[in-house]
């Protein structure tokens, strides 16, 4: 019997870790197609194109994946199996239909939740306590065709982003390699989601960084984690100065809530006093000329606290 194939839509370390267990499973990938980067991100995770060629798969990185011209070269392919490993465009019904037992997409969320983008930062923006990847069906409509297999991963208080996304990789990897046999025995499970309100999330914008000082420290907190570097970060002005804030932890003593939050030292350490009364360490920070000494600014602010905007 011939080897299966699969043509698999990847990018970032979910597409490379998840094109290297198919090629493990000894699934024939006759195409990888990918994105070109953007040049105005900083590319921190693992290049599917690399991967792909270190195995002398052929890649393509077309600039529209649901072009006339891609489909019917991948229709051409007869695939048994299209596969979606965080690719960056959702994939049009033509496409869908040339996979002969079907288009499969691997998602890190814990679907129906966080359906739509960005799903790790909103995930700890929100202050979930798990997230996780799941392989499902696709569909035309997005995250939305049944599911395969899942896989929870825990968010402790203080992790961020990059921390999370790399649990969410191992999940992808995991729930795949258990999902192969099943889905080329032609027997793997299939469970429908419900479509209910408030499930999808769109892009986030680095503008959307900018701390609201209103709001409770642990929401602060929350923020920070998950816009952490390699993201763009959560930012504020101190005494009108900009600042990015790259780490913080909730303290668990209290000051009077005040309607101005501020930058205060103590014992050489920096705190932000959030106007709800609650109190965050301020670990790392930047501004635009570089790394905040932290332990040096703290001297500063014992006796003169900022303002923060």
């Not at 979930?128 to 069906?137: I, K, N, S, V, W």
């Not at 503008?207 to 709001?215: C, H, P, T």
Request: aromatic letters at 8%.
């Amino acid at each position: 019997m011939s080897a299966l194939r699969s043509v698999v839509f990847a990018y970032h370390d979910v597409g490379v870790r998840c094109l290297k267990t198919l090629l493990s499973a000894k699934i024939e990938v006759p195409l990888v197609v990918t994105v070109k980067d953007d040049p105005r991100e900083n590319r921190w995770f693992a290049s599917v194109a690399d991967t792909a060629r270190e195995y002398g798969l052929p890649v393509a990185m077309p600039d529209d994946a649901n072009s006339t011209e891609l489909a019917e070269r991948v229709a051409r392919l007869q695939p048994d199996f299209i596969f979606s490993f965080y690719y960056r465009s959702m994939l049009g019904a033509p496409l869908l239909r040339s996979a002969r037992r079907g288009a499969l997409n691997m998602h890190g969320s814990l679907l129906p939740k966080y359906r739509g983008r960005a799903p790790v930062n909103w995930a700890i923006l929100n202050g979930e306590r798990e997230t996780g990847a799941t392989l499902h069906y696709m569909v035309e409509r997005a995250d939305a065709g049944d599911i395969v297999d899942q896989l929870a991963v825990p968010i402790l208080e203080d992790d961020d982003a990059r921390e999370v996304f790399a649990k969410v990789t191992a999940a992808a990897e995991i729930v795949l390699a258990r999902s192969l046999p099943g889905l080329i025995a032609g027997d793997a499970p299939r469970r429908p989601q419900s479509i209910e309100p408030g499930q999808y999330f769109g892009r986030r914008k680095p503008e959307d960084g900018r701390i609201d000082w209103s709001l409770p420290a642990v929401r602060v907190h929350n923020l920070v984690r998950a816009v952490a570097p390699p993201f763009p970060g959560a930012f504020t002005e101190v005494d009108g100065h900009p600042w990015r804030i790259h780490r913080t932890r909730v303290e668990t003593r209290l000051i009077t809530p005040s309607e101005r939050a501020r930058l205060f030292g103590a014992q050489g350490a920096c705190y932000a006093a959030c106007r709800d009364g609650g109190i965050l360490r301020i670990l790392a920070a930047a501004t635009p000329e570089g790394p905040v000494d932290l332990s040096r600014i703290a001297r500063e602010l014992e006796s003169h606290p900022a303002a923060l905007a």
